[in-house]
């Protein structure tokens, strides 16, 4: 074998070699791009800009929905919520079924959903059925308060769909 | 049904992807190209060599090919939303390990030596094993925190596998360092590979439990987080294990990887800088004292300051000393910037443990400076890989293991290179993926394995929110 194709081969491996790490590096790059980094301490409207097509959509069509929700107790056979999904915090993307259990939320370990917020309490608030299957929440007497929507809670509430419960810098939604 | 959540209590930003597409078709398409770089290199080495296409280049190709293809097929059915990048790095490097231990084969130098076996086939055979057993854990592992019942179990396995090979009759002591243990019928086995993993799930489950008492209950002074005096109390069990490693196996390699991966996880969980700074005085300590008393350690201590005394040593036929560091610097010398080309380097002159322990200084000198900086960066992306895994975790105990095992995985690299380079003093360690050794390749594979495990947990895509019940039912009239 000649001296100049083992010369060529020798650099067009190194060149394969170095190709195959900057593709590798490629594909990360579109990996850090396909991703969204929900800062703590940052507000959420300014933290995810990208995302903003989703959940502005989903605001925009959340009060028409609560005020149906209110309204018509008719309803509520079919739109019963059958799911509790956690949409902002640390633990974003965290589902519970409902399955006619009361939920705890709080920083305590035995709590059902362990809130890893420096704004919650250790037993902060409660989510339960009532008698007619409707869900309540109720502020256990937490320090920083529960909100529904932008009100902070005083007396146990019933919950529309869709409304975001907020502690501290969670916020947890039912949904059907 | 109640589910308990919980979550790290320390970092400032989670990070998911959104839509996360699955990838698969990417890491097929990197998969590929794994394969095809290897298959190049062997024909490189053919032409070489004997001036003509080695006879075994298609089976060779599509032996490793329908390896990659049968990991790739499991990865797309168990673990669909896995990190694209993982498999087709490992695959690259368990290629070109192969295509180098087959090119040391056919040195006529080391087949001239009395204890000389073909390794490449056997490599391939122990790659078949460890994607197999990559496979097993793809299929078996369907959660990861399935590990975290283990806990106690992994610590006492762990230990075990570490005292094995001090058991007589079943240890054996290979040139110096007691890390192997006979199997009769099946070879040697090195059970420090598979300690690693073990560990890392002990680590991960005692941390995730105990990190809240040991970061917090904590003086500050000078700047540091001093932790308080019982709280000392694991690292330096941790620490008095490693020492009994390297004291009575004389393993540099496996107690430094065992005590450097606690460290890590330490400072990963509780986030105190201060644990860092007792991991480093306490390991140079031990490391010290140990080299100044056991003579196995101190020799190793001492070829590493001057590799070229050993050397004269060994070439006026003292015995105890070997020429291996002197050549091995020797051969990435010769190598130089771009390399002698495949097949066109002498590192057969390392003579024993050239295809194994100082496979690197092979690569360093055929391929260059170029090539092993490219080897160096792939193992870099796999740890990457690994912390970005660990990143993207949702549960405390994935985050560690992740972690603990990409941190393991660094370490190791680290300690090998930097033995052959002679950064620090040589360990009886092998490259992950790249050298020869069944264990190592068994290991690492179930490594990347249950690294795949927990970023398909983590990258799949959170519950779809719910469609809003009053937009379905929105009509759409339009004027016909």
Redesign the interface.
Same mark, same amino acid.
């Given at each position: 074998?000649s001296e100049l /194709?083992? %010369?060529v081969?020798?650099?067009?491996?190194?060149a394969?070699?170095?190709l195959?790490?900057i593709?590798?590096?490629q #594909?990360?790059r579109s990996?850090l791009f396909?991703?969204?980094?929900?800062?703590?301490?940052s507000r959420r409207e300014a933290a995810r800009p990208?995302?903003a097509a989703?959940p502005q959509a989903?605001q925009q069509?959340?009060p028409?929905?609560q005020r149906?929700q209110q309204g018509g107790s008719g309803r509520r056979g079919r739109?019963a919520p059958t799911?509790l999904?956690v949409?902002e915090g640390?633990? /974003?993307? %965290?589902?519970?079924?409902l399955?006619g259990?009361t939920?705890t939320l709080g920083r305590a370990?035995?709590?059902?959903? #362990?809130l890893?917020d420096d704004y919650a309490s250790s037993r902060h608030a409660r989510i339960y059925p009532d008698q007619g299957g409707q869900w309540i929440v109720e502020d256990l007497g937490s320090t920083n308060g529960t909100y529904l929507d932008r009100s902070r809670l005083t007396a146990p509430t019933p919950i529309p769909?869709?409304a975001p419960i907020r502690i501290g810098k969670t916020a947890i939604e039912l949904?059907? | 049904m109640s589910s308990t959540t919980n979550s790290p209590t320390h970092h400032t930003s989670t990070i998911g992807a959104i839509g996360a597409p699955s990838r698969r078709n990417t890491e097929l398409a990197l998969l590929v190209f794994a394969v095809v770089i290897p298959v190049f290199a062997y024909a490189n080495v053919g032409l070489a060599l004997d001036d003509q296409v080695p006879a075994g280049l298609l089976s060779y190709g599509l032996g490793l090919g329908l390896l990659a293809g049968v990991a790739h097929l499991a990865v797309r059915k168990f673990a669909p939303y896995a990190d694209p990048l993982l498999l087709p790095l490992a695959t690259l490097l368990n290629g070109l390990g192969l295509v180098c231990i087959w090119r040391l084969d056919q040195s006529k130098l080391l087949q001239s030596l009395p204890n000389f076996v073909t390794a490449a086939p056997r490599q391939l055979l122990y790659t078949a094993l460890g994607i197999a057993l990559f496979v097993v854990v793809l299929i078996f592992l369907k959660d990861h925190r399935v590990l975290q019942r283990y806990t106690y179990i992994s610590m006492f396995s762990a230990l075990v596998l570490l005292i094995l090979p001090l058991v007589p009759g079943l240890g054996a002591n290979i040139y110096g360092a007691k890390i192997w243990i006979n199997i009769p019928g099946l070879g040697s086995l090195q059970p420090g590979e598979f300690a690693k993993i073990v560990l890392a799930v002990f680590f991960a489950g005692y941390l995730m439990v105990k990190r809240d008492a040991l970061a917090l209950a904590s003086r500050r002074f000078m700047g540091l987080y001093l932790p308080r005096g019982r709280d000392l109390g694991p690292i330096l069990v941790v620490w008095a294990i490693s020492i009994l490693i390297l004291v009575f196996e004389t393993d540099l390699g496996t107690s430094l990887l065992f005590f450097g991966m606690f460290v890590i996880m330490l400072y990963v969980a509780t986030e105190r800088t201060s644990w860092i700074v007792f991991g480093l005085l306490m390991s140079a300590a031990g490391a010290v004292g140990v080299a100044s008393i056991e003579p196995h350690v101190k020799s190793r201590v001492q070829s590493w300051l001057d590799p070229m005394r050993e050397y004269t040593l060994s070439r006026q036929g003292q015995l105890g000393h070997s020429e291996q560091l002197q050549q091995a610097l020797w051969a990435f010398g010769s190598g130089g910037t771009l390399g002698s080309g495949w097949g066109q380097g002498h590192s057969d002159l390392i003579r024993f443990a050239a295809n194994s322990d100082f496979i690197l200084a092979t690569f360093g000198e055929e391929l260059g400076l170029a090539g092993i900086m490219a080897i160096l960066l792939i193992y870099g992306l796999i740890v990457e890989r690994g912390v970005r895994t660990a990143l993207a975790a949702r549960d405390p105990f994935g985050k560690l293991l992740a972690v603990g095992l990409s941190g393991a995985f660094a370490l190791q690299v680290f300690v090998v290179a930097g033995g052959v380079m002679g950064l620090i003093p040589l360990t009886g360690m092998t490259m992950p993926f790249v050298a020869y050794g069944g264990s190592s390749v068994l290991a690492n594979w179930a490594l990347i394995g249950i690294l795949i495990r927990i970023s398909d947990t983590a990258r799949r895509p959170a519950p779809t929110p719910a469609g809003n019940p009053d937009a379905e039912m929105t009509q759409v009239v339009r004027p016909s």
């Amino acid at each position: 074998m000649s001296e100049l /194709t083992l %010369t060529v081969m020798r650099l067009g491996f190194l060149a394969v070699l170095w190709l195959f790490v900057i593709v590798a590096v490629q #594909v990360i790059r579109s990996d850090l791009f396909g991703t969204r980094v929900t800062q703590r301490g940052s507000r959420r409207e300014a933290a995810r800009p990208q995302q903003a097509a989703r959940p502005q959509a989903r605001q925009q069509a959340a009060p028409p929905q609560q005020r149906g929700q209110q309204g018509g107790s008719g309803r509520r056979g079919r739109n019963a919520p059958t799911k509790l999904v956690v949409t902002e915090g640390t633990l /974003t993307g %965290t589902t519970v079924a409902l399955q006619g259990q009361t939920i705890t939320l709080g920083r305590a370990h035995d709590s059902t959903i #362990v809130l890893d917020d420096d704004y919650a309490s250790s037993r902060h608030a409660r989510i339960y059925p009532d008698q007619g299957g409707q869900w309540i929440v109720e502020d256990l007497g937490s320090t920083n308060g529960t909100y529904l929507d932008r009100s902070r809670l005083t007396a146990p509430t019933p919950i529309p769909l869709g409304a975001p419960i907020r502690i501290g810098k969670t916020a947890i939604e039912l949904r059907k | 049904m109640s589910s308990t959540t919980n979550s790290p209590t320390h970092h400032t930003s989670t990070i998911g992807a959104i839509g996360a597409p699955s990838r698969r078709n990417t890491e097929l398409a990197l998969l590929v190209f794994a394969v095809v770089i290897p298959v190049f290199a062997y024909a490189n080495v053919g032409l070489a060599l004997d001036d003509q296409v080695p006879a075994g280049l298609l089976s060779y190709g599509l032996g490793l090919g329908l390896l990659a293809g049968v990991a790739h097929l499991a990865v797309r059915k168990f673990a669909p939303y896995a990190d694209p990048l993982l498999l087709p790095l490992a695959t690259l490097l368990n290629g070109l390990g192969l295509v180098c231990i087959w090119r040391l084969d056919q040195s006529k130098l080391l087949q001239s030596l009395p204890n000389f076996v073909t390794a490449a086939p056997r490599q391939l055979l122990y790659t078949a094993l460890g994607i197999a057993l990559f496979v097993v854990v793809l299929i078996f592992l369907k959660d990861h925190r399935v590990l975290q019942r283990y806990t106690y179990i992994s610590m006492f396995s762990a230990l075990v596998l570490l005292i094995l090979p001090l058991v007589p009759g079943l240890g054996a002591n290979i040139y110096g360092a007691k890390i192997w243990i006979n199997i009769p019928g099946l070879g040697s086995l090195q059970p420090g590979e598979f300690a690693k993993i073990v560990l890392a799930v002990f680590f991960a489950g005692y941390l995730m439990v105990k990190r809240d008492a040991l970061a917090l209950a904590s003086r500050r002074f000078m700047g540091l987080y001093l932790p308080r005096g019982r709280d000392l109390g694991p690292i330096l069990v941790v620490w008095a294990i490693s020492i009994l490693i390297l004291v009575f196996e004389t393993d540099l390699g496996t107690s430094l990887l065992f005590f450097g991966m606690f460290v890590i996880m330490l400072y990963v969980a509780t986030e105190r800088t201060s644990w860092i700074v007792f991991g480093l005085l306490m390991s140079a300590a031990g490391a010290v004292g140990v080299a100044s008393i056991e003579p196995h350690v101190k020799s190793r201590v001492q070829s590493w300051l001057d590799p070229m005394r050993e050397y004269t040593l060994s070439r006026q036929g003292q015995l105890g000393h070997s020429e291996q560091l002197q050549q091995a610097l020797w051969a990435f010398g010769s190598g130089g910037t771009l390399g002698s080309g495949w097949g066109q380097g002498h590192s057969d002159l390392i003579r024993f443990a050239a295809n194994s322990d100082f496979i690197l200084a092979t690569f360093g000198e055929e391929l260059g400076l170029a090539g092993i900086m490219a080897i160096l960066l792939i193992y870099g992306l796999i740890v990457e890989r690994g912390v970005r895994t660990a990143l993207a975790a949702r549960d405390p105990f994935g985050k560690l293991l992740a972690v603990g095992l990409s941190g393991a995985f660094a370490l190791q690299v680290f300690v090998v290179a930097g033995g052959v380079m002679g950064l620090i003093p040589l360990t009886g360690m092998t490259m992950p993926f790249v050298a020869y050794g069944g264990s190592s390749v068994l290991a690492n594979w179930a490594l990347i394995g249950i690294l795949i495990r927990i970023s398909d947990t983590a990258r799949r895509p959170a519950p779809t929110p719910a469609g809003n019940p009053d937009a379905e039912m929105t009509q759409v009239v339009r004027p016909s």
